[in-house]
């Protein structure tokens, strides 16, 4: 709907003194507007045909065909998303890591995927493959995950290792191995991977999914992943839709859709479809 | 998904980004065309305040170019954008109506383009009337011309050979501008190039293509410019 521009001025004046009203009545969700990035692979991208594609796009399809609404996915630029949905352009936006930041100004689904966090290391480099490649591991169960860590923390030991500046994975790496490797951070997983083919660092540490389908590129063919995929502890590894705070029922129907296309194998079939990985999240008890 | 050529990859074959490409720089000129067109409306009236009209019309005027001029066009669209909506909505709300009213992004992003380069349009056009010489509008109401057809047949295409210059660097100036709009969504040249620089993972390829198209409108447009001068130059000594 659109408002003359003739009667602009006044629509001004007029909204001054009622900017706080807020809509706050049940709303009808037969028609969901959900944002997306779109320059966001293998999560979402679009393609020359101008058409979005992705695991993303997929599995929203799937989503919202559970919970019964019509969805329009919108393309937008990632840094207006979310002051978007709180401008009403959208109700829900994709492909949102839940952090305590975002849960300030938004409300999360339950997660819809579940990254990892893993090990890249050049095929002939300094650090030889390490244990439990590719099988994941939680590291909230330290029975399991902690003399893992250890072994790994031995194969690593004096060796240099190369993060992205200001993530979860370099809370981690400090985390666990401080002590023991030399860490450098880096802007861009990019630039860290060049330094990693340049025999300048022995090793990164970075998302699994940015591993896989880095490693499928051409040109990459000397760097491998390596050890177990990780998360827990202080990894953010859960990715879910956002949406308004307090839009408890649109949360319902898509909480309701993730659980089932968790349990019937669909997530998993299409994060494989597009990430060569498992993303199937471990879904919390039922409220 | 294999790393494909720059020719190929910027053609217009099954792989080609080409198409879209282009009707990236197409709805380029489509926000920066309407931008300024609507900014030039607004000039016409700005610099009519500020030269013929009343105190009150007059200090509104320096209002709105200082202010719109002072302050960054990237905020401007934000207020049109995300403002615009909010605002919408709680007037719709008044009315017993829910939910969420917006303006389109395109609406928006040529609404704030239009008013920020109405300040300067203003500048553009109230320089470029003082510069036409007294005498020659005296001789037109000697000769008994109406106020309007004074304004049609001497002032207007007076002014506008003045102004052709100021509105020359205006244009270019709502064309780059018109980058900005991609925050709401609009997917212009540079939104484009964003996408496909994301989606393929080979940014240098877009982005150059993108500044690539952006120098042709330019070139282009300043031919144009070139020529529109001199047609409203006719009979005057090239300084």
Known sequence: ????????????????????????????????????????????????????????????????RRAGVECELIAGE?????????????????????????????????????????????????????????????????????????????????????????????????????????????????????????????????????ATSTLDKPGNEDLAMTGPLMKGAMLATEVALGMRKGETELKAVFDKAIREAAVDGTIRKLSVKWSKIDLTPTLPPAE | MNQVGFLELMGFGPQGWGPSMLFGALMTLAVAGSGFLLGAAIGTLGAWAKIAGGRVARSLADLYTTVLRGIPDLLVIYLFYFGGGMVLSSIAHLFGEGGFISLPGFAAGALAIGVVSGAHHTEVFRGAFRAVSRGEIEAARAVGMSRMLCFRRIIAPLVLRYALPGLGNVWQLVLKESALVSVTGVVELVREAQIGAGSTRQPFDFFISAAALYLCITTLSGWMMRRAERHFSRGMARA
Not at chain 1, 57 to 63: E, F, G, H, K, V
Not at chain 1, 170 to 177: C, D, K, N, S, V
């Open chain 1, 1 to 64: 709907m659109l408002i003359s521009r003739r009667l602009l001025p006044a629509v001004f004046l007029a909204a001054a003194s009622t900017l706080a009203a807020v809509p706050g009545d049940a709303k009808d969700w037969s028609h969901v507007r959900v944002g997306v990035e779109g320059a966001f692979p293998p999560w979402n991208m679009i393609g020359s045909d101008g058409k979005l594609a992705g695991f993303d796009i997929d599995l929203s399809q799937d989503l919202c």
């Open chain 1, 78 to 210: 990632w840094t207006s998303l979310i002051p978007s949905l709180n401008a009403g352009k959208f109700d829900l936006v994709l492909t949102l890591g839940i952090n305590e930041a975002r849960k300030k100004v938004v409300d999360f689904t339950i997660p819809y995927a579940s990254g990892v966090a893993t090990f890249i290391i050049a095929k002939n480099g300094a650090v030889p493959a390490m244990p439990m490649t590719g099988e994941r591991i939680n590291l909230n169960d330290k029975a399991v995950a902690d003399p893992v860590m250890a072994e790994i923390g031995k194969l690593i030991k004096g060796k240099t290792i190369g993060v992205v500046q200001s993530t979860s994975q370099e809370q981690l790496i400090r985390a666990y191995f401080g002590d023991a490797v030399e860490i450098r951070t880096y802007k861009s997983s990019p630039e860290r991977d060049l330094d990693i083919r340049a025999g300048r660092i022995d090793a990164g540490f970075d998302s699994g999914v940015y």
